[in-house]
């Protein structure tokens, strides 16, 4: 796209002055505007007029498809040989989200480069692909891995790996690619410029792995490959088991299209999503949309009938992913602080919240399938979030349990 393109599309969209320093940039800061401006996609901005307006949700009821662990248990055997089994021909890939920066740590580096070792270097990555490798020990073959960067925190993450010559784990096998991004605006609309080269804009949200994941060609190649099924799973859970062999197969044995690790809720009041079902489909509801009498339901077994807390690890069948393609994801509109410039021209970062981001969630894309199965985790085995550097989900409470189940930092 060149200036006048550019700023024909501007002006006919109302943000021309997305342009207004553009005489004051060299050669590659223009190049990298124009760019940026040519892959704005201007029907995000109109859902602001909306941005008020509570997202509707249908009848919610309790999910009426999960294997407790009891059940896990007693069916070990038959899960696990399903599980191997796929996982031997090929057909599980594994998906990281790692898009995020390590900035609520105290770090301006991604967030998997964050290192809790005590006594030693022990990254947040390097605990993964640990807990991959113990799959890959197990099954005897290499497990194929996509790792999900954002335009801020490619460049580190591609390097960190290399540097660290991929924690043992086959190059052979990995593939990077960036989540798409989305603009950021102001209450009015108008898209903010973070520097007078770029637009302000941020990942859009982790709903948007899977368009990512098809623009950059990988959909076809795993096909290609016969990969049938993705474990979906997050950057922050240094506790995880993706590709679980169990998992896999409890999910096959049941003809699933989909499913989840949870955990049980340890209290009626804990602050975690959990799923359910919304007019018949396989849903999540968050803790504040809960009623007072859905908190404290129960089934005919004195279990919570919302028990089952979601922590974002998800196996999807890409068949079904597919299908659901062209049914347009929700794209939630947020209110956020936002770097931007002033109207000087000076960099700034609020201290309220001065706009709108917008984001696509992965619970829209579990809404979307025909079932999902939860499959119950144990809490103290598994779910290690890394949300804050002190205090509730932090890097001190996911060290204490690392080393309950053994590992060494």
Not at 214 to 239: H, Q, S, T
């Amino acid at each position: 796209m060149n200036y006048n393109e550019a700023k024909e599309l501007l002006e006919k969209n109302n943000q021309s002055h997305l342009l207004e320093y553009f005489d004051e940039l060299n050669d590659d800061q223009k190049e990298h505007l124009l760019e940026q401006i040519s892959e704005i996609d201007f029907d995000l901005i109109k859902l602001i007029e909306n941005a008020d307006t509570p997202d509707e949700r249908g009848v919610i009821t309790p999910l009426d498809a999960e294997v407790s662990i009891k059940e896990i248990e007693e069916n070990a055997d038959k899960f696990r040989a399903k599980g191997v089994e796929a996982i031997k021909e090929g057909k599980v890939a594994a998906l990281l989200l790692a898009g995020g920066m390590g900035t609520r740590l105290g770090s301006d580096k991604p967030k998997g480069m964050y290192n809790i070792g005590e006594t030693k270097d022990v990254f947040i990555f390097e605990m993964l692909i640990r807990n991959l490798m113990d799959v890959v020990d197990e099954v005897g073959v290499w497990v194929p891995l996509y790792i999900m960067t954002s335009e801020k925190n490619d460049k580190d993450t591609r390097e960190f790996f290399e540097e660290k010559n991929y924690f043992g784990y086959n190059k052979d096998y990995v593939k990077f690619f960036k989540q798409e991004m989305a603009p950021a605006c102001d209450f009015d609309g108008k898209i903010y410029l973070e520097r007078k080269d770029r637009i302000s804009t941020s990942p859009n949200g982790n709903g948007g792995w899977f368009i990512s994941f098809n623009k950059a060609g990988l959909l076809e190649e795993a096909k290609a490959k016969g990969i049938e099924y993705i474990n979906l799973f997050a950057v922050d859970n240094v506790c995880q088991r993706m590709v679980d062999p169990l998992f896999v197969g409890a999910m096959l044995d049941g003809g699933y299209v989909s499913a989840s690790k949870v955990v049980s809720k340890a209290a009626p009041e804990e602050k975690v999503g959990v799923l359910c079902l919304e007019d018949g489909k396989p849903s999540i509801v968050e803790y504040y949309e809960l009623t007072e009498e859905m908190r404290y339901e129960t089934l005919p077994d004195g279990s919570l009938a919302y028990k089952d807390g979601v922590i974002l690890n998800y196996l999807f069948s890409i068949k079904a992913l597919e299908e659901n393609m062209h049914n347009n994801l929700s794209t939630h509109v947020v209110k956020k602080k936002i770097e931007c410039l002033d109207e000087n021209g000076n960099a700034k970062k609020p201290e309220t919240e001065n706009g709108y981001k917008f984001e696509t969630l992965v619970l829209d894309m579990i809404h979307d399938m025909d079932n999902c199965l939860a499959y119950e985790v144990v809490r103290e085995k598994e779910f290690a979030p890394i949300k804050n550097k002190t205090g509730v989900d932090s890097v001190d409470t996911a060290k204490e349990l690392l080393k309950k189940n053994g590992v060494e930092l």
